[in-house]
């Protein structure tokens, strides 16, 4: 599955066991979503893979860009994901605010400031 997308957009991971993560995205123009699952080999080939093999795949997500020059800006969130962090993403910084803290993050460059 793909799509494209200019706006800032989030992803979630999740497992059985509800461990998860929550990514949040920095739009830009020209950006290509796709989700899959890993790739997997056997010995009779990548077409010929078994399904009780290819059952062991997991989620993949991979973004791109085609143009000249881009900047990825990505946010991790690993904890309270039943409380999510509001963030925005404006011209070179990222405003973040949580239940308990507001932060600020300004990247120019190669210079990252955290506010």
């Known amino acids: 599955m793909k799509g494209t997308i200019e706006d800032d957009w989030e992803a979630t991971f999740g497992t059985v066991s ?6 949040y995205v920095g739009g830009e123009a020209e950006t290509e979503v796709f989700k899959t699952n890993t790739p997997l080999y056997s010995a009779t080939g990548w077409d010929n893979t078994p399904d009780k093999i ?33 963030v925005s993403f404006e011209d070179e910084s990222i405003h973040i605010v949580a239940d308990k803290f507001e932060d600020e993050i300004i990247y120019n460059g190669k210079n990252l400031l955290m506010g």
């Open 18 to 23: 509800n461990k998860r993560v929550v990514l």
């Open 54 to 86: 290819r059952k062991m795949s997991k989620p993949m997500l991979i973004v791109r860009r085609q143009c000249m020059a881009t900047k990825f800006v990505v946010l991790h969130q690993l904890r309270d994901l039943g409380r999510r962090y509001k």
